[in-house]
C-alpha cells in the first residue's frame, strides 16, 4: 500500500530527533480498534547504575579494561574531554547509543570504551539494537508472523483443545486475509476486484468490489457451516439461493445482503472462528462429514482445504487490487492444497471426457488396477510427486506406468488451479505424451469456480 511521505522541512524551525513510530496493533483475531492506539512508554535503555556508594578513588596505575577503571585525574584523558566516573560514564551508554549525548559526553564515553571490555561490549549491543529501530522498511506486519507466533506457542504449551491438522490452513489463511482487512482503508473496500475462472474451455471473470469478495467467501463458507448444524449467513434466502457456490453467491450479490463497506468483514470473520471451534471440539469422526457443494460434495477435511486455498485465492485478488504485499502460504499448506487438487485431477480428467472436452482413455483398466499415469512435479516451497492416473478415477497412478511427465513451480500450478492462467500460459517443463499433457493441465483449469 502506498503511505503518505513526511512533510517537508521547516528551515525556521529548530531541527527534531526523528520520530520513532509507535508499534501498530497486532494482526491478531480480537483487538479492539475502537480504543485509541497508543504507543507504550519509552523503555529505559540504559545500564542500570552502581549500587550509591563513595566515588571510587582512582588508582596511580589503572588497568586497562578494568570494569571499574574511571578516567579521572588530568592524566587520564587528553584536554577537551569529560572527567566522569564510570558508573556515570555507563548510564550514558544509552543515551550514546541513540546519538543523544553532547559532544563532550559522546567524546568522554568513547574515550571509555577503549578502556573498558564490559560497557564497549554493552554498547555494541545497545548500538544494534537502536540500528533495528531505525531501519527504514515497510511498516506492513508479515503475514506470517501470526502463524510463527502461534506454531512456537502450541509447541511450547499446546492448546487444551487443539485445532486439528487438516483445519489449520483455513484457520491460517483466513487470519491471513483478516490481516489484510484490518490494514485497508474504508475507502479501497470499494475497489474493483475482478474474478478469474475457467468455463469449459474458456476463461470468464466477475467483476466485483473487496467487500464483494469478503460476501462471496462468506456464502460459500456457509456451506461448511450447514454441514456442521450451523446458522445459514444467507438466512432465509439460502431456501431459493441454490446449493452450488456460484448460485449462493450471485443470490447473496443481488439481495440487500451485499454491504459495500467493511460491515461484511465482521460477520464474515465471526463465520470463520465459529467453524474453526466446531470442528476443534467435535472430535475424529466430523474429518468424513459430507459437505454438498450442489453438483459435487467433499469430505469435511477436504472442504476446509478447499475453502483455505480459495481463501488464499481471494486475499491475493484483494491484495492486487488495493497494491498490498501478500505472499503465498506456508510451504506445508500449500502442500496439502496441491495434493487436494492432485487427488480431484482424475475426476475432473473423467468429468471432461463425458462432456468431449478430454481424448477418450486408451485402456480400460478395472478399479484399483494401475493404469497410465502422468508424473506430476511440483517445485518449489510446498513440492512434491504426485501420479495422476489417465484412464479412470479409480486406477491408481504409479511411477511404472507413467507416461509424461510435468515440471511446474507449486504458486503456478496453484495460478492454473485457481483459474488465474490458462494451459496454455502455465509455464510448465513437458515430457512425454503431449495428448495427456494438455488434458491434465485442462483438467487442473476446470477446478477452478466463482
Given amino acids: 500500500m502506498s503511505r503518505p511521505d513526511d512533510a517537508p522541512e521547516d528551515p525556521d524551525k529548530t531541527p527534531r530527533v526523528p520520530r520513532i513510530p509507535g508499534p501498530r496493533w497486532a494482526a491478531d483475531d480480537h483487538a479492539d480498534l475502537s480504543r485509541p492506539q497508543r504507543p507504550p512508554a519509552p523503555a529505559d535503555r ?8 563513595p566515588d571510587p578513588t582512582p588508582g596511580p596505575d589503572p588497568t586497562p579494561g578494568a570494569p571499574d577503571a574511571a578516567l579521572e585525574g588530568p592524566e587520564a584523558a587528553p584536554a577537551g574531554f569529560l572527567l566522569l566516573p564510570h558508573r556515570q560514564l555507563k548510564s550514558l551508554l544509552g543515551a550514546w547509543a541513540l546519538a543523544a549525548c553532547s559532544g563532550e559526553e559522546t567524546r568522554a564515553v568513547e574515550a571509555h570504551l577503549t578502556e573498558c571490555a564490559p ?10 539494537a537502536v540500528a533495528l529501530l531505525h531501519e527504514d522498511r515497510d511498516l506492513d506486519l508479515d503475514p506470517l508472523l501470526r502463524s510463527r507466533v ?18 489449520t490452513s483455513y484457520d491460517a489463511e483466513t487470519a491471513r486475509l483478516d490481516a489484510l482487512l484490518r490494514d ?12 478469474k475462472w475457467f468455463e469449459g474451455e474458456r476463461q470468464v471473470s466477475r467483476r466485483t468490489s473487496v467487500a464483494g469478495v469478503i460476501g462471496h467467501l462468506l456464502a460459500v463458507d456457509g456451506l461448511v457451516g450447514r454441514a456442521l448444524g450451523l446458522d445459514d449467513p444467507l438466512g432465509e434466502l439460502a431456501r431459493t439461493a441454490g446449493a452450488s457456490p456460484t448460485e449462493r453467491t450471485e443470490a447473496y450479490w443481488e439481495s440487500g445482503h451485499h454491504p459495500p463497506t467493511r460491515a461484511i468483514r465482521g460477520p464474515w470473520r465471526e463465520q470463520s472462528h465459529t467453524l474453526v471451534r466446531t470442528v476443534s471440539f467435535a472430535g475424529r469422526g466430523v474429518a468424513d462429514l459430507t459437505v454438498p457443494y450442489g453438483d459435487f460434495a467433499l469430505p469435511l477435511r477436504d472442504a476446509l482445504l478447499d475453502r483455505a486455498f480459495e481463501c488464499w485465492v481471494h486475499a491475493d485478488d484483494i491484495a492486487g487490487a488495493v497494491d498490498y504485499p501478500y505472499a503465498p502460504p506456508g510451504g506445508a499448506h500449500l ?4 495434493d487436494l487438487a492432485a487427488r480431484l485431477l482424475p475426476a475432473a480428467l473423467a468429468d471432461r471426457r463425458r462432456a468431449g472436452l478430454a481424448s477418450p482413455p486408451r485402456h480400460l483398466v478395472a478399479a484399483g488396477s494401475p493404469g497410465r499415469s502422468l508424473h506430476l512435479e511440483i517445485e518449489g516451497s510446498g ?36 483459474g488465474h492462467v490458462s494451459p496454455q500460459e502455465a509455464a510448465a517443463g513437458q515430457d512425454g505424451d503431449r495428448e495427456a499433457i494438455r488434458d491434465v493441465l485442462s483438467a487442473a483449469a476446470s477446478l477452478s469456480r466463482l
Fill in 119 to 128: 560497557c564497549a561490549e554493552e554498547a555494541l549491543r545497545l548500538r544494534d
Fill in 184 to 195: 485497508i482503508g474504508d475507502s479501497e473496500w470499494h475497489a474493483p476486484v475482478r474474478l
Fill in 46 to 53: 540504559t545500564t542500570p547504575a552502581d549500587p550509591p556508594g
Fill in 335 to 338: 502442500h496439502t492444497m496441491i
Fill in 383 to 418: 513440492g512434491g510427486h504426485w501420479y495422476i492416473a489417465l484412464d479412470s478415477p479409480a486406477a491408481l497412478g504409479t511411477k511404472e506406468r507413467a507416461v509424461a511427465q510435468v515440471a511446474m513451480d507449486g504458486v503456478e500450478f496453484c495460478q492454473l488451479l485457481a
Fill in 150 to 167: 502461534l506454531e512456537n506457542c502450541l509447541g511450547r504449551r499446546p492448546a487444551r483443545i487443539p485445532v486439528p491438522d487438516w483445519a
